[in-house]
């Protein structure tokens, strides 16, 4: 596609341009709350409620440090093509991704069971709702609802030291068919700026296994 539109509007070759680029990002606000309650004499439970302010990210904004002819040309194109399906902007100085992330209010929930005096063991679930809409999810931000399981330890090793350890695993899912993302795998003709899978279905994955030890002392 891009050959022909090239060759179209007179250009036999396509270089290569290579320029800096740069993003700012506002990092989004971020609330918590929780409690923690004691259910028998050993075993507790913590519930946390937290909100992220990802509706800030309603684009990227990226700036060249120095101008892409071709995306200049592109950009033209696309601004005559527009009929107001995706939004963005495409020019010789700067791309605008759309984003239309939306703030997301999530939960969580774990347990601590204490095994001895000195061993407690720990459990933990969390769903994490995405803040990514459906019709805007990409490759950019592989992750749609995501879930996370952790296991983990506290040992009391002696007066002054405690170990703790803990192991979680990740899962994300995202399935985009045909059509269903404006920035992934939209068919509308004026959807240059960032539609890679144009017409196909898509299938994204993350699978993470995170683990953490830590020691702690006093001396």
């Known amino acids: 596609m891009v050959g022909l539109i090239a060759r179209g509007v007179g250009l036999e070759e396509i270089s290569v341009d290579e320029t800096p680029a740069s ?14 309650i004691k259910v028998t004499p050993r075993l507790k439970t913590n519930i946390d409620i937290k909100w992220t ?15 892409v002819q071709f995306l200049g040309v592109l950009g033209a194109i696309v601004q ?4 107001g399906t995706t939004g963005g902007y495409l020019g010789a100085d700067s791309l605008v991704l ?7 209010w999530t939960w969580a929930i774990g ?5 001895t005096d000195r061993l407690a063991f720990r459990l ?14 990409d490759l950019f ?14 040992f009391h090793w002696s007066r002054d030291t405690f170990i703790e350890g803990s192991l979680g695993y990740v899962h994300s899912e995202q399935d985009i068919p045909s059509n269903g993302s404006t920035n992934s795998t939209s068919t509308a003709i004026d959807n240059f700026i960032y539609n890679p899978y144009a017409g196909y279905n898509m299938k994204t ?6 683990g953490e030890i830590s020691i702690r002392s006093t001396f």
């Not at 302010?53 to 101008?67: G, M, R, Y």
């Not at 005559?80 to 009929?83: A, E, N, V, Y």
């Not at 609802?145 to 330890?153: M, R, V």
């Open 23 to 36: 993003l700012t990002l506002e990092y989004p606000q971020h609330f918590s709350v929780g409690a923690s």
């Open 53 to 67: 302010d990802t509706a800030v990210w309603d684009e990227w904004n990226i700036q060249f440090e120095e101008s």
């Open 80 to 83: 005559s093509l527009d009929q």
């Open 98 to 104: 759309p984003r239309d992330y939306e703030s997301v």
């Open 111 to 115: 347990f601590e069971y204490q095994y």
């Open 124 to 137: 933990g679930y969390e769903p994490r709702g995405s803040s990514i809409p459906e019709d805007k999810q």
């Open 141 to 154: 931000v592989p992750i749609g609802d995501t879930k996370l399981y952790s296991t983990g330890f506290a």
């Open 205 to 210: 994955e993350l699978k993470v296994i995170v």
